[in-house]
């Protein structure tokens, strides 16, 4: 049985050893595609054997709280329960049960399984901005645009590094369309008032 | 107030649709690859311990931009050359900014496809789309991943990859799971130990 193997990803054909020390293009033998490898020591190592849970041999042994015949190995760093081998996940070296891990997935108390995050910062912005194009919008966006601003507030935003000026600056631009509307207003009413 | 350190730094290339955009960032232990709609952001993973190869696939999709630039120069500039005064200068301009944009493509190297490989997936990655910043990005995570994984020597590599060495790397087959709890433990043959009749 071969060792393993990096394929073209051109043509799908195994790529020769002689290619992962090169530090230039060069073709793959069976497409011409110019290619470059990088292999690193993982791609030696074998898949983990997967965890199994064992079974309760004596009366009276802690057993898990999901499987009540396999024998408990450790406790759930999030609530406390008891779990046996197949239900432990391991996550920067704690030690969690599934549900406890569903449930910070779920409020993302777990920044490691956070896969998607909205940025409101973003969309206030855009909420105070875009409608100027057709500014007799700015009378509901504006509104719009401020509780968006200060409804994200305490909200996470990206993961990565991010100030808060486009909150800050949807709030200031909001605040003004109001404050020209209120000023328009005023000016009309007024008008009409005035014997 | 001290400032937080930098967790996240960016590595070079950008990869851009008409829906969104896409960068990537060097982790402390994976890199993360974050697409983004600009109100919303994907984020996808790939730690350093679990990659296994990266490819660079020259392409030559480069190439036909700079065709396109070139005969985009060439006619402007030949119609201006039959013009005069204004209808000149507004032509040759715009020869002059397809100029440029063909000298800031020929500056960018040849075009490239990358792959990222791991035990289970095989990701391309859409930012590193030129041969010499997909180089740069591997130069810099290359001692990341060293120290998640260590380091194979040239010769260490040719070994592991001979046929006859080949047993070692096969993947275990997990053991099967005893469905029964009534049956009796079943002791996994330890390949350490010694077998009895040798």
């Not at chain 2, 204004?86 to 040759?92: D, E, H, M, N, Q």
Request: net charge positive; with cysteine; proline share 8%.
């Amino acid at each position: 049985m071969n060792g393993p193997t990096v394929s073209c990803t051109k043509c799908n054909s195994p790529v020769p050893p002689d290619f992962f020390q090169r530090t230039d293009l060069a073709p793959c033998p069976a497409c011409e595609a110019a290619l470059q490898v990088e292999v690193f020591p993982a791609l030696f190592k074998p898949i983990a054997v997967g965890k199994f849970g064992e079974t309760i041999l004596v009366d009276g042994e802690a057993s898990c709280f999901y499987h009540p015949q396999k024998r408990a190995t450790i406790p759930c760093a999030g609530c406390g329960r008891f779990l046996c081998a197949v239900c432990d996940v391991e996550l920067n070296n704690q030690h969690l049960c599934p549900a406890c891990l569903e449930t910070g997935r779920q409020k993302g108390k777990l920044p490691q399984l956070e896969n998607k995050r909205m940025l409101f910062d973003s969309a206030a912005l855009s909420l105070a901005l875009l409608p100027l194009l057709m500014w007799p919008l700015t009378l509901m966006t504006a509104p719009a645009a401020i509780i968006v601003a200060i409804y994200s507030w305490r909200k996470p935003s990206s993961i990565l590094p991010r100030t808060r000026i486009r909150a800050y600056l949807a709030i200031l631009i909001a605040a003004l369309q109001m404050a020209g509307w209120g000023l328009l207003f005023v000016g009309v009413f007024s008008n009409a008032f005035e014997p | 107030m001290p400032r937080e350190p930098k967790l996240y730094r960016r590595l070079p290339g950008r990869g851009t649709s008409i829906a969104h955009y896409v960068r990537l960032y060097q982790g402390p232990d994976h890199l993360l690859q974050v697409s983004s709609t600009g109100y919303s952001e994907l984020y996808k993973r790939f730690y350093f311990r679990d990659i296994q190869a990266i490819t660079i696939r020259k392409t030559h999709w480069a190439n036909l931009w700079t065709i396109l630039f070139a005969v985009l120069i060439l006619g402007f500039f030949l119609v201006g050359f039959d013009l005069t005064g204004a209808g000149r200068i507004v032509l040759w301009s715009i020869a002059g900014f397809f100029l440029a944009c063909i000298v800031l493509h020929l500056g960018l190297g040849p075009a490239c496809v990358c792959h990222i490989r791991t035990a289970v997936q095989l990701e391309r990655l859409p930012t590193l789309r030129r041969v010499k910043a997909a180089r740069k990005a591997i130069n810099r995570i290359k001692p990341f991943i060293a120290e998640a994984q260590g380091q194979l020597s040239a010769e260490e590599l040719m070994q592991r990859m001979q046929p006859g060495r080949a047993s070692s790397f096969e993947r275990v087959a997990p053991t099967p799971v005893q469905e029964s709890t009534d049956a009796p433990p079943v002791i996994a043959p330890d390949a350490n130990r010694p077998a009895a009749n040798a």
